[in-house]
């Protein structure tokens, strides 16, 4: 291994430690969780710049934070925490971007009932995070007789006007990112995958899995522009799919959505027919330990709300939670990019009662797994939200003392293995 401090290999004659010579383990702790924010930034800023949304003081702001991790420029702790905190205030401007280039270009997301299944005929699935490519997708195959679902985190898709304006976004199929594995053989047109969750394919579908620009996998066909002339030929020479509906749901409930009916909101908490708010989501992954957020979902008291998003939203979704108040107690906000949203939605409660957020009643609980889920925390810890439960397990790459920072300054928590009684009591 190599040491990028002191620029020595670690063999024995040479540096010992690994990766930051001289240091101990919360230095380098602190530089992986910036690397890791910056990577999850990233990929929403190149979303926003596809859309025409870029920012200078979010470019100035990762080549600062990538130039601070090159060997010998910081040692410090605290202003390496510094950055980390300024990494997650930088992803909120980043998120807003993302956001106002969505509603800009597709329209703003309202509730919408989507089919789930598939319907007779030839098909295309989408899975990743990308509306531009799914948007060129859709007025490519228009008139072919194609039909185009959504798969993982392109459910919201559904939602925006400027979408699901066309006939042939016919549905949803299947769940999260960790299930393309069974999922994808049983669907027997082509894939295109266009970002990072998608898996390296078996040779079931290997010749059907077509990725775009960055994203590639081995076994797939990687395109390298929207031109998806070859994903339709595909399509046209593939077994038709079967008509299978599975289910129907109700997506689309945008911050925009949510302050909308802001003041039924407030005036539903003041006579106590909602007492409390839950953000249950996140990144979602295949290890033990995620039932945890099937469990508190469920036993949420019902004269609560449930606010959810990211893929984390499969693990708490397939279950009738009811109304509260004249709303669907269960509202999914969207992405994993629309926790900024969430922030919005909080702010505004806050501002209502003239308290802070942390006075709120409301538990976030956050599941992760990758960079973008790294962002989305430490956007929050930018923010000064305190209590957020995460889990299924501690980040590897946050040291004990590092955590133990993150849990005095903002009473971060890791998951139990049940929803503890403070959690899901009324009152508490």
């Given at each position: 291994?190599?040491?990028?401090?002191?620029?020595?290999?670690?063999n024995?004659?040479?540096?010992?430690?690994?990766g930051?010579?001289?240091?101990?383990?919360d230095?380098?702790?602190?530089?992986e969780?910036?690397?890791?924010?910056v990577?999850?930034?990233?990929?929403?800023?190149?979303?926003?710049?596809?859309?025409?949304?870029?920012?200078?003081?979010?470019?100035?702001?990762?080549?600062?934070?990538?130039?601070?991790?090159?060997?010998n420029?910081?040692?410090?702790?605290?202003?390496?925490?510094?950055?980390?905190?300024?990494?997650?205030?930088q992803?909120?401007r980043?998120?807003?971007?993302?956001?106002?280039?969505?509603?800009?270009?597709f329209?703003?997301?309202?509730?919408?009932?989507?089919?789930?299944?598939?319907?007779?005929?030839?098909?295309?699935?989408?899975?990743?995070h990308?509306?531009?490519?799914?948007?060129?997708?859709?007025e490519?195959?228009?008139?072919?007789?194609?039909n185009?679902?959504?798969?993982?985190?392109?459910?919201?898709?559904?939602?925006?006007?400027?979408?699901?304006k066309?006939?042939?976004?016919?549905?949803?199929?299947?769940?999260?990112?960790?299930?393309q594995?069974?999922?994808?053989?049983?669907?027997?047109?082509?894939?295109?995958?266009?970002?990072?969750c998608?898996?390296?394919?078996?040779?079931?579908?290997?010749d059907?899995?077509?990725?775009?620009?960055?994203t590639?996998?081995p076994?797939?066909t990687?395109?390298?522009?929207?031109?998806f002339?070859?994903?339709?030929?595909k399509?046209k020479?593939?077994?038709?799919?079967?008509?299978n509906?599975?289910?129907?749901?109700?997506?689309?409930?945008?911050?925009?959505?949510?302050?909308?009916?802001?003041?039924?909101?407030?005036?539903?908490?003041?006579?106590?027919?909602?007492?409390?708010?839950?953000?249950?989501?996140?990144?979602?992954?295949?290890?033990?330990?995620?039932?945890?957020?099937?469990?508190?979902?469920?036993?949420?008291?019902?004269?609560?709300?449930?606010?959810?998003?990211?893929?984390?939203?499969?693990?708490?979704?397939n279950h009738?939670?009811?109304?509260?108040?004249?709303?669907p107690?269960l509202?999914?906000?969207?992405?994993?990019?629309?926790?900024?949203?969430?922030?919005?939605v909080?702010?505004?409660?806050?501002?209502?009662?003239?308290?802070?957020?942390?006075?709120?009643?409301?538990?976030?609980?956050?599941?992760?797994?990758?960079q973008?889920a790294?962002?989305?925390?430490?956007?929050?810890?930018?923010?000064?939200?305190?209590?957020?439960?995460?889990?299924?397990?501690a980040?590897?790459?946050?040291?004990?003392?590092?955590?133990?920072?993150?849990?005095?300054?903002?009473?971060?928590?890791?998951?139990?293995?049940?929803?503890?009684?403070?959690?899901?009591?009324?009152?508490?």
């Open positions: 291994m190599f040491c990028n401090q002191c620029e020595q290999t670690q024995g004659t040479g540096c010992t430690d690994v930051v010579c001289g240091k101990d383990e230095m380098q702790s602190l530089q969780i910036l690397l890791y924010g990577k999850g930034m990233a990929a929403y800023a190149h979303h926003a710049r596809r859309l025409g949304k870029t920012d200078e003081n979010v470019n100035a702001f990762i080549e600062e934070a990538l130039f601070s991790t090159v060997t420029v910081n040692f410090d702790l605290e202003s390496l925490l510094e950055l980390v905190l300024e990494c997650g205030r992803n909120i980043v998120m807003q971007m993302l956001d106002e280039g969505h509603t800009e270009r329209g703003t997301p309202e509730p919408t009932t989507v089919y789930e299944g598939t319907k007779a005929g030839p098909g295309i699935l989408v899975t990743g990308d509306m531009l490519d799914l948007s060129d997708l859709l490519q195959t228009a008139g072919t007789g194609i185009v679902y959504t798969h993982g985190e392109m459910l919201p898709a559904h939602s925006y006007p400027g979408l699901k066309h006939p042939h976004l016919a549905g949803h199929y299947g769940g999260p990112w960790q299930n594995l069974w999922e994808f053989p049983m669907f027997s047109g082509p894939i295109l995958g266009t970002t990072n998608v898996l390296i394919p078996p040779d079931t579908y290997a059907r899995l077509f990725t775009n620009r960055v590639a996998v076994g797939g990687r395109l390298k522009d929207s031109d002339s070859a994903v339709i030929a399509a020479a593939c077994p038709p799919l079967p008509e509906k599975v289910r129907e749901s109700t997506i689309g409930f945008h911050h925009s959505v949510i302050l909308g009916v802001a003041g039924q909101v407030v005036d539903a908490v003041k006579s106590g027919a909602i007492k409390r708010f839950y953000l249950i989501g996140g990144c979602d992954g295949a290890e033990s330990g995620r039932n945890y957020y099937t469990q508190l979902a469920e036993s949420s008291p019902s004269e609560s709300i449930i606010l959810t998003l990211g893929c984390g939203k499969y693990r708490i979704r009738d939670y009811g109304t509260v108040a004249g709303l107690r509202l999914d906000m969207g992405q994993c990019n629309d926790a900024y949203g969430a922030v919005q909080a702010l505004a409660l806050s501002k209502a009662f003239d308290c802070g957020v942390n006075d709120l009643p409301l538990d976030i609980v956050l599941s992760w797994f990758e973008k790294v962002a989305v925390l430490l956007s929050l810890l930018a923010l000064n939200v305190k209590g957020i439960r995460v889990g299924p397990v980040p590897a790459f946050v040291s004990p003392n590092v955590f133990k920072i993150l849990q005095d300054r903002f009473d971060l928590k890791i998951i139990e293995a049940a929803p503890p009684a403070e959690l899901v009591q009324l009152g508490a």
